[in-house]
């Protein structure tokens, strides 16, 4: 789960995909394209916004996307254009490329669709963005099921 700066959207995805999947089976972790937040912890709006619905992102860190990853990870999703953009710049080949993903085509497959960043607005922002990405998750978690 990939967004700008790791403290608002890429951790609400990743706690929410996190409760939706066994953790024995699969990993799931956050990144921003950009180093802003490092080892700091989701938004305070992230954070309530999530465990009003039972989702905890406390133990998370922000950390920067790295080439890594790539080898890291079966899918990359990312949570809009132009952060789509700035992963698929790290990449070192095709078979990279090709795990990069906008999470919301996931609803709406081929719209590219992206998750509006909540960070300059109010809590009802946030609201919106977990919805969406409630909605994503919850159909990541269920292809995942049917690839065991």
């Not at 992102?57 to 990312?78: H, W």
């Amino acid at each position: 789960m990939v967004c700008l700066g790791n403290i608002c959207r890429s951790p609400i995805a990743e706690g929410v995909l996190q409760s939706k999947v066994n953790s024995d089976l699969v990993f799931v972790d956050s990144a921003g394209t950009a180093a802003y937040h490092v080892g700091n912890a989701p938004d305070k709006r992230s954070i309530y916004i999530a465990s009003k619905y039972n989702v905890n992102l406390k133990n998370q860190k922000a950390r920067k996307f790295t080439v890594s990853d790539f080898e890291s990870f079966d899918t990359i999703y990312a949570m809009d254009e132009s952060n789509y953009q700035n992963i698929i710049k790290l990449a070192k080949n095709n078979s990279h490329i090709s795990k990069v993903k906008l999470i919301l085509n996931e609803v709406n497959p081929l719209s590219n669709q992206s998750v509006p960043d909540p960070y300059y607005g109010g809590t009802q922002g946030f609201e919106k963005v977990y919805m969406m990405l409630q909605e994503a998750c919850s159909i990541i978690a269920e292809k995942l099921q049917n690839d065991r």
